[in-house]
C-alpha cells in the first residue's frame, strides 16, 4: 500500500513538473512591419530586438519590411535601429495581444543621424499616427479602450479622459472645449461616415448609447480636439480617425464573447495557407434581444446588431485592395401603461417605436509612386435611415399621435489622395473627396398631445458635396518643423463653399521639450433636415433654411509638450475658439450651438450668432511601466454664445471644468507566469451643464412646466462625481487565451439631470433626473 501511494507521489510530482516546463516553454509569436513614417513604404534591414531574461532576442526586418520572433507571455520592450532614422522603442508591448499580435511600426527619417554618437531611443505613444498633425491630437490603442476604467471597449468613451472631453452616462456623444457632440467628424479608413453608434441621434447628436465598434476589428487610431489639419473637413469640434486591423497571414484565428453588451463572433485569417491575401470581421447580437423574452414587459424591447470586417489583398506591384464595412442595425420600443394611475410623470403615458439603419462601407486601392510615396483611391457609400414614432394615451385611454419621422440620408463618395516624400525635409499631401448626398426626410410633431401633426421637414433629392485639400510638411531644421495647408468645401444643398487656412509650427527645444503653435479656419454643415423646413406663403412653399450658410470657427492653440522619459510626460493646450456664421432664430434665445438632440427647431435661422471657447487642457501622464500607469487630466474653460437676440450668455455646454484621475495596475501571475490580473479606477470630477429656470407664474397658470427662456442657460446643475472601474483577468494557454472582464461606469450612481418634471397627480414640481450605473460583465475567448 505504501509502495502505491509513493508511486502515486512521484507521478504527480513528475507530471507537475512536465506542466510546469510545459508552461514555460509557450511561445508566442509576434509578426511587425516596420514603414517609413512619411512615405509609408517598407523599410529592409531595420534591427529588431528585445530582452528576454538576460538573453537578446532580435532579427532583421525583409524587402516587405515585415518582421518576426517569439516571445514568452509578458510585457516587453521592443527597440528598433536603422541609419538615417530616429532610433524607436515601443514600450510594453503585450504578448499575447489576444486580438492582434501584429506590431505596425513607423520610424522618421532624420539625416543628422549619421553623426551621432550616442543613439537615443524615442517612444510617441500618443503621437497621432497622422504625419501631418503638430497639435491637439494624439493616437490611442484598442488595449485603452479596454483597459481604461470607463472605456467600455468604446472610443468615444474612453476619450473622456483626455484633457478637453467631458462625457456623460447616458450617452458616449462627448462635448469637446465646450462644443456641442454634433461638431465631431467620424472617419474610417479614410472616409467620412456617420457617427458609429447605436441609437446615434436619438440620445444625442453625434452619440450614442452604445458603439458599433469592434476592438477585435479596430488598429490604433488617431483622435483630435482642434486646430486639425487640412484633410479633415466639415467639422468644429473634434476628429475620430478611425484605423481597421489587417487580418493575420500566418494562421487563421478566432474568438467568441458573451456580455452584457451583446454576444459576438469574430474570425481572421489568411484565405489561403501561404497567401498574402487576408480577411478580419465581427459579428454582435444584443444580448437584451436575447433576453427579452423573460424582460418585464416595462421595460420594452432594446435590440441592435452590429457587423465590422476588412479584406486586404496584396497585388505584385506593392500595391494594396482593401474592402471594408462597420455598420449595425436597431430596434428598440415600449408601449405606454394602460393604468392611469401609474401616470406619475409625462413618460408614462407614451409609446415610443424606432428603428435604426447606418454604417459605412469601402473599396480602396493604394499603389506605391517610386518609393517616395503612394496614390490612394476610394470609393464608398454611408449613411443613417432613422424611422421614429411615438404617442401619448390621453385621460380616455386614446391614443394620439406625438412624432413620426422618417429620415434616410446616405453619401455615395469618391475619395483620391496622393502623399509624397520629397525628401527628408519636405512631405505633401493633396486631395478631392466628391460625394452625392440622397435624402428622403418627412419628419411631423404634434405640439401637444392631440393637436394636429405639423410637418417640419421634408424632401427628398439629392445634392452634391465637394471637398478639397492640400498641405504640406517641413522640416525646417532639425528643432523648426512646419505644417501648411487649405482646406475648401462646396455644398450644392445651399450653394456655399469655403476656403480654409490651416497652419503649424513647432519648436523642440531638445529631445524632451518642445513648444507649438496651431491654427485653423473650421466650417461645418448642420443636418439635412434642417434645411427643409417649409413655409406656406400664400399658395407657394418656400424653404427659408435652404440656402443656411456653414457654421465656421478660428481655433487657435498654443502648446507645451515636456517628454519627462520615454513613458512619462506633461503636457499643456492653451486654446482659443471664435465661432461665428453660426445658425439662430433672430429675436431668439436659439442657437445651434447649443442643439443636442432637437430635430424640431421652431423658425427660420439665419446665420448671425457667434460664439467663444477659451481654456486650458494639462495632462500628466504615465504610460504602462512595470505594469502601472496612471493619467491625470484637466481641462478649465468658458464657453459662451450669442443668439439671434444679441444677448452673450453661457453656452449649454459651459461645465467650466472637467478633472479626471485614472490609473491601473496589472500583475502578471502563476507558475509559468500566464495568468494576468488587472485592476483600473477613473474618477472624474465635473461641472454641470447649463439649464433655464423655471418661469414660476406661467407654470402655475398652465399647469405644466413653462421655462423662463429670457434667463437662458443661467442656472447650472450640481456638478458630478463619477467613479467607473474595471478588472480584467486573462489566462494564457499554449491553443488559446480566455478573459473575464468586468466594467462599471457611475459605480456611485451619480445622477444625471434633464430639466424639471411636473408630478401629473400632486403637481410638484421636481428635477427630472436618472441615475444609470452601467455594468458590463464578459467573458472572451480566443483561440
Avoid at 454 to 459: D, E, K, R, S, Y
Amino acid at each position: 500500500m505504501r509502495e502505491n501511494i509513493r508511486q502515486i507521489i512521484i507521478s504527480l510530482i513528475l507530471f507537475l513538473s512536465c506542466t510546469h516546463l510545459n508552461a514555460q516553454s509557450i511561445f508566442h509569436t509576434v509578426n511587425g512591419k516596420v514603414i517609413d513614417k512619411d512615405n509609408q513604404q517598407p523599410i529592409v534591414g531595420v534591427l529588431v530586438f528585445t530582452e528576454l531574461g538576460d538573453s537578446t532576442i532580435s532579427t532583421t526586418t525583409d524587402y516587405d519590411g515585415k518582421f518576426s520572433f517569439s516571445l514568452k507571455a509578458g510585457r516587453y520592450n521592443v527597440k528598433f535601429k536603422m541609419l538615417g532614422y530616429q532610433s524607436f522603442i515601443f514600450e510594453e508591448l503585450a504578448v499575447p495581444n489576444g486580438s492582434n499580435d501584429q506590431l505596425n511600426i513607423s520610424l522618421q527619417e532624420d539625416e543628422t543621424v549619421l553623426s551621432e554618437v550616442e543613439v537615443v531611443y524615442t517612444s510617441s505613444k500618443d503621437e497621432p499616427q497622422n504625419t501631418m498633425a503638430i497639435a491637439s491630437g494624439r493616437q490611442f490603442t484598442v488595449e485603452e479602450t479596454s483597459r481604461y476604467a470607463g472605456g467600455f471597449d468604446d472610443p468615444a468613451r474612453m476619450a473622456t479622459s483626455f484633457a478637453g472631453v467631458a462625457g456623460s452616462t447616458g450617452s458616449n456623444g462627448m462635448v469637446i472645449r465646450g462644443n456641442a457632440p454634433k461638431g465631431v467628424l467620424w472617419q474610417v479608413e479614410d472616409m467620412p461616415i456617420p457617427d458609429p453608434n447605436h441609437l446615434s441621434n436619438i440620445v444625442a447628436f453625434g452619440g450614442g448609447s452604445v458603439t458599433a465598434l469592434s476592438t477585435y476589428v479596430l488598429d490604433n487610431s488617431d483622435f483630435y480636439t482642434g486646430a486639425f489639419t487640412s484633410d479633415y473637413g466639415n467639422a468644429m469640434a473634434g476628429v475620430f480617425d478611425l484605423s481597421l486591423r489587417e487580418g493575420n497571414a500566418e494562421k487563421r484565428s478566432f474568438q467568441a464573447q458573451l456580455g452584457v453588451n451583446g454576444i459576438d463572433f469574430g474570425a481572421e485569417g489568411p484565405f489561403k495557407k501561404g497567401g498574402n491575401a487576408t480577411y478580419l470581421f465581427n459579428y454582435r447580437y444584443s444580448t437584451f434581444a436575447v433576453l427579452a423574452p423573460i424582460l418585464p414587459e416595462e421595460m420594452g424591447f432594446l435590440g441592435y446588431q452590429d457587423l465590422s470586417f476588412k479584406v486586404v489583398v496584396p497585388t505584385k506591384n506593392g500595391g494594396e485592395w482593401n474592402v471594408w464595412a462597420v455598420g449595425g442595425a436597431d430596434r428598440q420600443y415600449r408601449n405606454a401603461s394602460m393604468d392611469s394611475t401609474e401616470w406619475t410623470f409625462d413618460d408614462a403615458n407614451q409609446s415610443f417605436s424606432t428603428n435604426i439603419l447606418f454604417g459605412g462601407s469601402g473599396i480602396s486601392y493604394q499603389l506605391p509612386i517610386n518609393k517616395n510615396g503612394y496614390w490612394k483611391n476610394i470609393v464608398g457609400m454611408s449613411g443613417n435611415a432613422t424611422y421614429w414614432e411615438s404617442s401619448e394615451l390621453n385621460s380616455s385611454l386614446v391614443e394620439n399621435p406625438l412624432k413620426d419621422y422618417k429620415n434616410v440620408q446616405y453619401d455615395l463618395t469618391y475619395k483620391s489622395y496622393v502623399h509624397y516624400k520629397f525628401g527628408p525635409k519636405h512631405t505633401h499631401r493633396s486631395g478631392i473627396t466628391i460625394s452625392q448626398k440622397h435624402y428622403d426626410i418627412n419628419m411631423r410633431e404634434a405640439e401637444n398631445a392631440g393637436d394636429p401633426m405639423q410637418t417640419f421637414a421634408v424632401g427628398n433629392g439629392n445634392a452634391m458635396f465637394l471637398q478639397a485639400f492640400s498641405q504640406s510638411k517641413f522640416q525646417l531644421s532639425r528643432n523648426w518643423s512646419m505644417n501648411l495647408g487649405v482646406y475648401a468645401q462646396y455644398f450644392e444643398g445651399n450653394e456655399q463653399y469655403s476656403i480654409e487656412p490651416r497652419a503649424s509650427v513647432k519648436y523642440q527645444l531638445n529631445p524632451w521639450h518642445s513648444l507649438s503653435f496651431s491654427y485653423g479656419l473650421h466650417s461645418q454643415t448642420e443636418a439635412l433636415h434642417y434645411y427643409l423646413l417649409p413655409q406656406q406663403n400664400g399658395d407657394q412653399l418656400t424653404y427659408p433654411n435652404k440656402n443656411l450658410d456653414f457654421s465656421k470657427a478660428h481655433h487657435y492653440v498654443l502648446g507645451y509638450n515636456w517628454n519627462i522619459n520615454n513613458s512619462l510626460r506633461f503636457k499643456s493646450e492653451i486654446f482659443y475658439q471664435d465661432l461665428y456664421n453660426i445658425p439662430v432664430i433672430e429675436g431668439s434665445y436659439f442657437s445651434m450651438l447649443n442643439l443636442t438632440h432637437e430635430f424640431y427647431v421652431n423658425g427660420a435661422l439665419v446665420n448671425e450668432g457667434t460664439g467663444r471657447n477659451v481654456g486650458i487642457d494639462l495632462t500628466f501622464e504615465q504610460f504602462l511601466k512595470n505594469g502601472f500607469y496612471y493619467t491625470l487630466t484637466s481641462s478649465i474653460f468658458d464657453s459662451k454664445y450669442t443668439g439671434g437676440d444679441g444677448v452673450e450668455r453661457n453656452s449649454q455646454f459651459n461645465k467650466n471644468y472637467v478633472i479626471n484621475v485614472l490609473g491601473g495596475k496589472e500583475w502578471y501571475i502563476g507558475a509559468a507566469k500566464n495568468k494576468v490580473f488587472s485592476l483600473n479606477g477613473k474618477f472624474t470630477f465635473m461641472g454641470g451643464d447649463r439649464r433655464h429656470p423655471l418661469d414660476e407664474q406661467k407654470t402655475e397658470e398652465t399647469g405644466d412646466v413653462v421655462y423662463n427662456n429670457d434667463a437662458a442657460y443661467s442656472q447650472q446643475y450640481p456638478s458630478s462625481q463619477i467613479l467607473s472601474v474595471s478588472a480584467l483577468y486573462k489566462t494564457i494557454k499554449p491553443k488559446y487565451t480566455s478573459q473575464w472582464t468586468l466594467q462599471i461606469i457611475n459605480a456611485l450612481g451619480a445622477p444625471e439631470y434633464y430639466g424639471y418634471q411636473m408630478d401629473q397627480k400632486t403637481g410638484e414640481i421636481t428635477d427630472k433626473k436618472d441615475v444609470l450605473i452601467l455594468p458590463n460583465i464578459a467573458y472572451k475567448v480566443m483561440f
